[in-house]
Structures are given as structure tokens and as C-alpha cells.
């Protein structure tokens, strides 16, 4: 049920209404996007140790999914292709299932002190190939299946939202006892398995099963 009740007219319903509600984009903004990676993606992707994948099925149902390992562990194949490795999760594989309908994807790479992201958007496949994914193995454990990324847009996006909620500073992050812990969560929310039980095997996972 939708308890938003919105004044008449308040609406954004085409892309001439948001331009004069937001403006026309700067020349300079335009001019930034690349259709490849040039040296300062390329360094700035060596140094990013998370990203956001974002992807949508056919019918529009979005999805986006966190990815995280050592710096670089998104390898740059040539200058229009990107290899993500898939590690171990839950098996919902969310975000591969929507590629195999519609390929195309939005990443947003992070670098822990660096204000500024890296947004690269393209059309994605899936590969099992093991000269591709064998050298990307982490703990003598190479992953069974990779995300091959061509290139369509390639940008840097400015520091302001990074900035505005302070992300990388110390003052700012949270005491991890003021709020549930996931395993707390779960229980509660599937009423299917005791909380200490769920935390102690999410413990597990995490010390044992990263790769």
C-alpha cells in the first residue's frame, strides 16, 4: 500500500520536466566520459578494493550487489574489458541471473581515502574459462565463474556525496554493538534458525569460508 500522498503537478514524469527542474549539464561533464579506460582508470581500478555492480532483469527489476577483495582484484584485460571475479557467497546469484536477460550493468568503484568513485557502465557476460580465472585465485582457490565487462562509458564522479556523508572518517563510524548483529537479524526476520546459532555460523563463513 502507498501511504505517499503527493501534491498535484509535483511530479517528474519526462526528461524536459527534470531538466528544468535540474538544469542542462555542464560542457565539462559531457566531455569526461570516455568509452574506454585510459591510465587513470586503469590505476584508479588497481587501487579499489569494492565496488557496486548494479544490473536489472528484463523487466526493469534492479539489483545491485557489493564486490570486494584485495586492491585490484578487478583485472583490466585491455582497455575496454574489465574481469570481476565471483566469490564465495549465498548462492542467489542475483546479479548474474539478470546479465543472462539484459547485459547491461553500472559499476561504481571505491578507494578507501580517495573522495572521488569511478563509474564505469557497459554489457556484461559470464565466463567459466579457467586461463581467465585461474590466476585470480585467492587462497590456492580459483572462482568457478567471472563477470566479463565491455566497456561502454567510463567516468570519474566528484567527491561531493562521499564528502557530505563523511564516509572515510574515523569520527563517523559506527560502534558495531549499537545495532544488530546479521545473525540477530535473520533469526528474527525468518523466524527459521536461533540467533547465536546463526551468528556463530555467520562467524564461521567469515573466518573460514572467504574464498
Not at 585510459?38 to 526493469?60: K, M, N, T
Not at 563477470?147 to 569520527?171: N, P, T
Not at 546479521?182 to 551468528?199: F, M, S, Y
Request: proline share 6%; hydrophobic share 40%; with cysteine.
Amino acid at each position: 500500500m502507498n501511504a505517499i500522498s503527493e501534491k498535484p503537478g509535483t511530479t517528474v514524469d519526462d526528461v524536459e520536466q527534470l531538466r528544468s527542474v535540474v538544469g542542462e549539464v555542464p560542457p565539462i561533464a559531457q566531455k569526461k566520459v570516455l568509452d574506454r579506460l585510459d591510465r587513470f582508470c586503469r590505476d584508479f581500478i588497481a587501487l579499489s578494493p569494492f565496488l557496486v555492480l548494479a544490473s536489472a532483469d528484463s523487466e526493469g527489476r534492479a539489483d545491485a550487489s557489493p564486490r570486494g577483495d584485495g586492491p585490484g582484484f578487478v583485472q583490466v584485460l585491455d582497455e575496454r574489458t574489465l574481469l570481476i571475479p565471483d566469490r564465495r557467497g549465498n548462492n542467489r546469484v542475483d546479479s548474474f541471473a539478470n546479465v543472462l536477460s539484459a547485459p547491461g550493468v553500472g559499476l561504481v568503484f571505491f578507494v578507501p581515502g580517495i573522495n572521488e568513485t569511478l563509474r564505469v557502465n557497459g554489457r556484461a557476460r559470464m565466463t567459466t574459462d579457467a586461463t581467465l580465472l585461474e590466476p585470480l585465485a585467492m587462497q590456492e582457490k580459483a572462482p568457478k565463474l567471472g563477470l566479463i565487462v565491455e566497456v561502454d562509458e567510463a567516468y570519474f564522479h566528484c567527491g561531493k556525496a562521499l564528502l557530505r556523508s563523511k564516509l572515510w572518517a574515523q569520527e563517523t563510524q559506527v560502534e558495531r554493538s549499537s545495532f544488530p548483529t546479521l545473525g540477530r537479524i535473520i533469526a528474527d526476520q525468518t523466524k527459521a534458525v536461533d540467533a547465536a546459532e546463526a551468528d556463530a555460523n555467520l562467524e564461521e563463513a567469515y573466518r573460514l569460508r572467504l574464498y
